[in-house]
């Protein structure tokens, strides 16, 4: 039986405003089910509020089953974890886990060493894991058709650790393709309905499509099989609260709703593969402006302006991704950027990508209200154009930040009215190491601004590091800009995010600069209670690290 999806906020073209029904209604699932729900062919799920075990019975996740496989439990009174019992105060460190932890076929990879792991993290005084779960592996087999029993698996491990877990709802693809280790496309329906209507997919200039994420040209419009993408997240955003209902709050303490490509609330300005080159810090970026969807809305726009010759595009002179932005029209400082008409094509925009997050932010916030998780959205750190009048990269992106425009409060604001915590990455960056490859990069610049945004709004942060390894002065960077948000604040928020675990973490030097940056982000009574145990950087955590290391082949 299909969900009802709430009523959805509307557009006024002319003046971006946001409007929300007051006569929100939901409709209930009358069956919730663990393995694919596809009824009448397999039996409904019950989840004991006890979790002992990962295993499965007849291809069901089953909590009390009781197992040793994944190499024994760490038993802690009521699954509460010593580091969240024994914390004064400081700010709690997550480790991301592996971007295929569940595999496509939705099997957990590796279940001892991510057991092993678990162990090795919660004696290292980690708060918790932040488990990525895959629209392309939860929903492959159809629409509203949903196997968690992978993910089911990781929240028993983390659990039985005294791990918690942070959720994070990924409706993005993962990986540049097919030939990437760790690619996870959207689900394969969703990708033939892009192949029947290709505006689903976000298109550039030149035509060029990008398959990263749905277009939010169509985010209340019925593109994929009689829903439209808004509707697709919340049924299954209401069917993840119904299965995992029995652990959020206690074991799953946040979701984080992913809004865009990496999760994070921006256009593909730039694709993925690009964002990973050493040169991307010259990238300008594309405007995601050109299917039909986004082009209706922007010529809606104009008309209602009056000024139809603003329709059928975005700006001209925006000239390649790589120029210098002081050789475009557009960009450069005295460029149209800052007239009347880039004005208002930067506001519809940048509008249309606030829009969606207010979407996003109104089902979320519906349909985890009374569960005692926190909810989260993740912003892009793009710092590459900073220093410039016009910041390019970022508006590209979406982020309406230019020297005389502040593009970040909007989005603390959107987020504050939610309820919802702001997450960004890049905290581990420096400008002096970023200047010299581009003078015009400002990672601190940005994360100021934005931090600024956040307290200013009263919003919660959470960090994360964008380099896949960090060195000791690394470390020392999240900590001094996490100061920064907290020094002051008579309730601060921050915690950090450290992306992400491999084999590469539990390398003894390694293993040792991570545990020590824990042990800063943390109070010490926490390390002088693992110390008790066996734990510390030469106890109880080296030898499950040492132990994992040997297990793990992330």
Not at 269 to 279: E, F, G, R
Request: charged share 20%; glycine share 10%.
């Amino acid at each position: 039986m299909p969900i009802a999806s709430p009523s959805t906020p509307t557009f006024s073209p002319s003046l971006c405003r946001i409007t929300r029904s007051d006569s929100t209604r939901f409709v209930k699932s009358s069956t919730v089910r663990f393995r694919p729900t596809r009824p009448p062919s397999h039996r409904p799920l019950t989840i004991s509020a006890r979790l002992n075990s990962s295993t499965t019975s007849n291809g069901f996740f089953s909590p009390d089953n009781n197992n040793n496989n994944d190499g024994g439990d760490l038993e802690l009174q009521h699954g509460v974890s010593l580091s969240r019992r024994l914390r004064r105060g400081g700010s709690p460190v997550f480790v991301t886990l592996p971007a295929d932890a569940v595999m496509g076929s939705g099997q957990v990879r590796r279940r001892k060493a991510m057991a092993q792991s678990f162990r090795a993290l919660a004696a290292a005084g980690v708060e918790g894991v932040v488990m990525e779960v895959w629209w392309g592996v939860v929903e492959r087999e159809g629409p509203r058709v949903y196997d968690w029993g992978g993910y089911g698996e990781i929240v028993a491990m983390a659990r039985r650790s005294g791990l918690k877990v942070r959720a994070t709802l990924a409706f993005h693809q993962c990986g540049t393709g097919p030939g990437d280790p760790f690619w996870i496309p959207l689900p394969q329906w969703v990708l033939e309905e892009m192949d029947k209507d290709p505006d689903i997919a976000y298109s550039d200039r030149f035509g060029r499509r990008n398959t990263e994420y749905v277009s939010l040209g169509c985010d209340i419009l019925p593109v994929l099989r009689g829903r439209s993408p808004i509707q697709a997240y919340a049924d299954f955003m209401r069917n993840f609260r119904d299965t995992f209902k029995p652990f959020l709050g206690g074991i799953i303490t946040e979701i984080q709703v992913g809004m865009g490509p990496a999760g994070e609330l921006r256009y593909p300005s730039c694709p993925i593969q690009k964002l990973t080159w050493a040169w991307r810090s010259r990238e300008l970026g594309e405007f995601q402006c050109y299917d039909k969807y986004m082009l209706a809305s922007l010529n809606a726009c104009a008309r209602e302006t009056g000024m139809r010759e603003w329709e059928n595009g975005g700006p001209i002179g925006t000239s390649n991704l790589m120029q210098d932005p002081e050789s475009t029209e557009f960009f450069k400082t005295d460029g149209s950027w800052n007239t009347p008409y880039g004005e208002f094509f930067l506001g519809w925009y940048s509008g249309m990508l606030l829009l969606h997050g207010e979407r996003i932010c109104l089902e979320a916030e519906t349909i985890f209200r009374g569960t005692e998780v926190n909810t989260s959205g993740k912003v892009a750190a793009i710092h590459w154009h900073y220093g410039t009048q016009s910041h390019p990269s970022e508006l590209t992106a979406g982020y309406y930040n230019t020297s005389n425009r502040d593009g970040y409060l909007p989005i603390a604001r959107m987020f504050g009215r939610y309820g919802f915590t702001l997450c960004c990455t890049s905290f581990e960056k420096q400008d002096a190491d970023e200047k010299q490859m581009n003078p015009l990069s400002s990672p601190e610049g940005f994360l100021r601004q934005l931090l600024l945004a956040a307290r200013n709004c009263d919003v919660p942060m959470e960090g994360e590091n964008s380099a896949a390894t960090l060195d000791d002065g690394s470390f020392q960077q999240v900590v001094k800009m996490s100061k920064f948000y907290s020094d002051d604040l008579k309730t601060p928020s921050f915690s950090f995010n450290f992306v992400r675990m491999d084999k590469n973490l539990f390398e003894y030097r390694n293993w040792v600069s991570f545990t020590r940056f824990v042990r800063q982000m943390s109070d010490t009574d926490v390390f002088r209670a693992y110390s008790d145990f066996g734990g510390g950087d030469t106890g109880l955590s080296s030898r499950w690290a040492v132990d994992c290391r040997a297990f793990l082949a992330y």
